[in-house]
């Protein structure tokens, strides 16, 4: 079965995340789509960043809500790279794209830019916050959006560690999510089925190796979560890197040690 992938942060296993340099190398490894994340910069810009810091991707320091737009672009976000905004990555591929917001306010700020461009049929919104998946999908009608979930037996809040909220599946349908993202080292056959009965797609992450995705197929998921450019081909019936365009049958290459092959089950 095929087995879409998308870019995690582009392609983050070999390229600076969340960059314009990620986001394209993603493209043009064959990728079916692309996930990035998004916060607000100080003067209100939707900044592409994982982190509600700056200080592990780039070589500033400080909360990216302290900076201005102009701040961030003069931090180097890796190889010379520059931090983007939502309406760059827009522009600079052409695929699909997973936009992962944080909070209500970023819910607010997306919203407006996907209604000005009529983005609908190309941007699934998610994110791990309940209210924020609802603030969207109240904001814009018609708009994909998936619930992401670490599947963790507690949760931590300011308040100390707390069990885990009601069941991934009552979530998403509550929230009018068609879509769960779902850790895949801590999925189960159980919580898929569970989710299945709501009529739920299935989205798995994070699948870089090809055991993951063997597992990945076992369960029947929708789609995976990479940060490896080889992933997308492997996901696909008959793919795999040595199918690519290298004139090597997969076969001939899997297993053997330092092939860098994503083999198939």
Not at 85 to 107: C, G, H, N
Not at 131 to 160: F, S, W, Y
Not at 214 to 221: K, M, S, V
Request: charged share 25%; glycine share 12%.
């Amino acid at each position: 079965m095929n087995v879409p992938a998308i870019g995690h942060r582009g392609v983050m296993g070999v390229e600076p995340e969340n960059t314009l340099r990620s986001f394209v190398a993603a493209e043009r490894a064959g990728l079916d789509a692309v996930e990035l994340d998004l916060h607000l910069s100080k003067d209100g810009a939707l900044v592409v960043m994982h982190d509600a810091d700056v200080d592990r991707t780039t070589d500033g320091s400080g909360p990216v809500a302290d900076h201005t737009l102009a701040e961030l672009r003069a931090l180097d976000a890796g190889l010379g790279e520059r931090v983007p905004v939502f309406e760059e990555v827009l522009a600079a591929v052409s695929v699909p794209i997973q936009a992962e917001i944080k909070d209500v306010q970023a819910a607010r700020a997306l919203a407006e830019v996907m209604r000005e461009r009529d983005l609908v049929g190309r941007v699934e919104v998610s994110s791990f916050h309940d209210e924020a998946v609802a603030e969207i999908a109240r904001l814009v009608p018609g708009v994909r959006t998936a619930l992401i979930d670490g599947l963790h037996p507690v949760r931590t809040t300011p308040g100390g560690r707390i069990p885990q909220r009601p069941g991934i599946a009552e979530r998403a349908v509550a929230v009018g999510a068609a879509t769960v993202c779902l850790k895949l080292r801590r999925l189960t056959l159980e919580i898929v089925e569970e989710v299945r009965g709501h009529d739920l797609r299935i989205i798995g992450w994070v699948v870089n190796t090809p055991d993951q995705l063997r597992l990945a197929r076992a369960f029947g998921l929708d789609g995976v979560t990479t940060d490896r450019p080889e992933i997308g081909g492997a996901g696909r019936v008959g793919g795999g890197v040595g199918s690519r365009g290298s004139g090597r049958p997969e076969a001939e290459n899997a297993g053997r040690p330092g092939s860098g092959d994503v083999g198939l089950p």
